[in-house]
């Protein structure tokens, strides 16, 4: 729960979030994922090898 309000501001537009807002943080779960896929391709060796042409 926010316990203030969260602001974010860019040159056009600016976002208030009121505070007290109760979140269930799922959209972390996309970043989460985000950071398997890299990391599983990194120890995996995706992209590692040139591609083989006929």
Same mark, same amino acid.
């Given at each position: ?17 009121? %505070?007290? #807002?109760?979140?269930? $943080? @799922? ?5 989460? +994922? %985000?950071? #398997?896929?890299?990391? $599983? @391709? ?5 992209? +590692? ?6």
């Amino acid at each position: 729960m926010l316990l203030a309000d969260l602001v974010l501001e860019d040159d056009a537009h600016t976002i208030t979030v009121p %505070a007290g #807002l109760a979140t269930d $943080f @799922a959209s972390i779960k996309v970043l989460h +994922n %985000a950071f #398997l896929f890299v990391l $599983f @391709a990194l120890v995996a060796g995706y992209g +590692n090898y040139a591609p083989t042409g006929t």
